[in-house]
């Protein structure tokens, strides 16, 4: 197993992991950095801020029971379809490719991909200066 260290476009650490488990399967599976405490706060922070200004304002606590709901609903909802922990890659060279996610929430999802399917292949990349 080997694993090399990267940066992505935006300058966040990646891991590329790359597998080989036989002559024709190989893995590869790309990890991005767990969610940053800082950012989580930051946006927090602004929505709570918000509210509070609202609340001066009009003297209703009922923005201010929205704000947390709202940034708690926002939270799980960014953990479970949107940040992605891990992508991986598993090549199986006559049997096809399986496209795996891990999400933060821990929930992951599978596709597979038979090889007859397989027309083409290309690579996206990202250059950032």
């Known amino acids: 197993m080997e694993e090399r260290r ?4 935006s300058g966040a650490p990646l ?10 399967c190989r893995e590869l599976a ?15 922070s602004a929505v709570w801020l918000a509210a509070y200004g609202l609340f001066v304002l009009c003297q209703n606590s009922m923005v201010l029971s929205a704000a ?6 926002g939270l799980i909802i960014y953990l479970h379809f949107v940040k992605i ?5 598993l090549v199986i060279g006559s049997l096809g490719i399986q496209v795996t996610s891990s999400y933060a929430s821990g929930k992951e999802s599978t596709t597979f991909i038979e090889m007859s399917q397989v027309k083409d292949v290309v690579i996206n ?3 950032h200066m």
């Open 6 to 9: 990267y940066r992505s476009a």
């Open 15 to 24: 891991a590329l992991r790359c597998r080989q488990h036989s002559a024709s």
């Open 30 to 44: 790309v990890r991005c950095p767990r969610l940053q405490l800082r950012s989580l706060s930051a946006v927090t």
């Open 68 to 73: 947390i709901f709202l940034t708690l609903i």
């Open 85 to 89: 922990d891990q992508e991986s890659l």
């Open 125 to 127: 990349e990202a250059i």
